[in-house]
């Protein structure tokens, strides 16, 4: 069958890299994609955002599958563009739908579906601009640090952590009244601050049934030691080490089943990936925040460690037959190390020439930020490439990624050497 991608980072390369070695594929189209995407697939360039071009270039292209991987599209409502359109409502598209994308879309609507299925989360309280005092007053309630979410999508930097009721104070003045985060920040949730070792769990669910991916841990900070200021993220391993069977089995009754069941119970449509964002508190589960899509460079580690054909587990998902497969992984340890450009995730350059690809031949190479300008492999985004190695035990899988991260160029790269480190004598 022919399958519509959408996306353009590392996270839709190993999705690209995975889909291509599908028996049941015919072509597959990315729209936008990268240089990475263009190894396994066409890429079309159709901004994510334009639905009607979307609709022609399915329609055209005989499209029997479309696999959105970011949350913007989701958000907006794809899935519902899709199923409400007679000529398109026969294609299944594996993401929730717009009010399900709420989920991740909507900080507030997450924690009162959490609130409404008892499953665990920090406490919290949702604020308006006119509600101004009272969000001052509820945020002494709480001990520091202090947690202050902006309610709508912020490019990942909606989270805020202060260390003293004064910073917190002038932060949720500048989120509500001096709109910080524009109308993101129009609504903010004040929660508890959670301790302990965050870790995130994956599930693919067609609406009834669900199967539970590969755990994973990403570095969210630019700097080693976890330190500077966050990204969209650095590295990744899966599994977690200290995410183990008690510990999971934790996660599937008091998150899991009841995320999958609330949805069904309150008629919300969702046939894709659940994002699962926890903190380890002690063995207690507790959610963090959900994701309507995979995560990135997660996406990397997990994906590679799926044995069955991604292409017939997205099929039953959209058939809703997902009881009926068995998903099949590879119980070595991934991880991924992300090149990225001077500067990220400030200001930084693009188009630098890279070289050295062809000269990884022990790991994967996931390209995120990079295109094709005439002959060469030019930088075109501030994470440029995720470098994914297997190794049975993770001081392996670490090494191979390192050294092979080592041989690729461009000016002024960078990345964390320490990813993975700190899971090595857990
Ligand atoms: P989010 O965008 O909701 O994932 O939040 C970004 C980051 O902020 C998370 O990955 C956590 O490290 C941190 N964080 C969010 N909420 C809390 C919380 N209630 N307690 C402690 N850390 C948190
Ligand atoms: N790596 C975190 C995310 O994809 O949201």
């Not at 400030?346 to 295109?371: C, M, P, R, Y």
Request: aromatic share 8%; charged share 25%; with cysteine.
């Amino acid at each position: 069958m022919n399958v519509l991608l959408i996306g353009s980072g590392g996270r839709e390369n190993a999705f690209a890299w995975k889909l291509a070695q599908s028996k049941k594929l015919n072509t597959l189209f990315v729209c936008p994609g990268n240089a990475g995407t263009l190894q396994f697939a066409t890429n079309v360039n159709i901004a994510e955002s334009d639905f009607e071009e979307i609709k022609k270039f399915v329609i055209k292209n005989v499209i029997k599958m479309v696999l959105v991987g970011p949350e913007g599209p989701l958000v907006n409502g794809i899935y519902d563009f899709f199923k409400e359109d007679t000529q398109l409502s026969n294609i299944p598209v594996i993401g929730p739908s717009k009010i399900g994308a709420q989920l991740e879309g909507s900080k507030d609507f997450s924690k009162q579906f959490m609130i409404r299925h008892s499953i665990p989360t920090a406490s919290y309280g949702t604020f308006t601009k006119e509600q101004l005092p009272e969000a001052l007053d509820f945020l002494v309630k709480f001990n520091p640090p202090y947690v202050i979410k902006a309610d709508g999508l912020a490019a990942g930097k909606g989270v805020v952590i202060l260390n003293n009721l004064k910073d917190a104070k002038v932060e949720l003045t500048e989120m509500l009244v001096n709109a910080k985060f524009g109308n993101a920040s129009s609504k903010v949730v004040i929660e508890e601050f959670l301790k302990g070792i965050e870790l995130s769990v994956f599930v693919l669910t067609d609406g009834k049934n669900y199967k539970i991916l590969p755990s994973a841990k990403d570095y969210k900070r630019i700097g080693e030691g976890d330190t500077g200021l966050n990204t969209g993220g650095m590295g990744a391993v899966s599994p977690v080490p200290f995410a183990d069977e008690t510990f999971l089995k934790k996660v599937e009754e008091r998150v899991i089943i009841p995320t999958v069941e609330g949805l069904r119970k309150e008629n919300v449509e969702y046939k894709g990936f659940i994002f699962i964002g926890l903190m380890n508190c002690g063995g207690e589960p507790y959610v963090i925040e959900y994701n309507c899509r995979m995560g990135d460079p997660e996406t990397e580690v997990v994906v590679p460690r799926i044995k069955s054909d991604l292409l017939e587990l997205f099929e039953a998902v959209g058939n809703q037959t997902l009881n009926e497969i068995q998903v099949e992984l590879d119980e070595r340890i991934a991880v991924t190390v992300m090149l990225v450009s001077a500067g990220y995730p400030g200001d930084f350059e693009k188009e630098k020439i890279i070289t050295g690809t062809e000269n990884v031949k022990q790991s994967l190479v996931f390209h995120a930020g990079t295109k094709i300008e005439g002959k060469d492999l030019v930088t075109n985004g501030g994470r440029v490439m995720a470098i994914t190695s297997f190794g049975d035990t993770i001081e392996e899988a670490i090494g191979l990624s390192m050294k092979n991260a080592e041989l690729i160029n461009f000016d002024n790269k960078y990345y964390r050497k320490d990813i993975g480190n700190d899971l090595i004598k857990l």
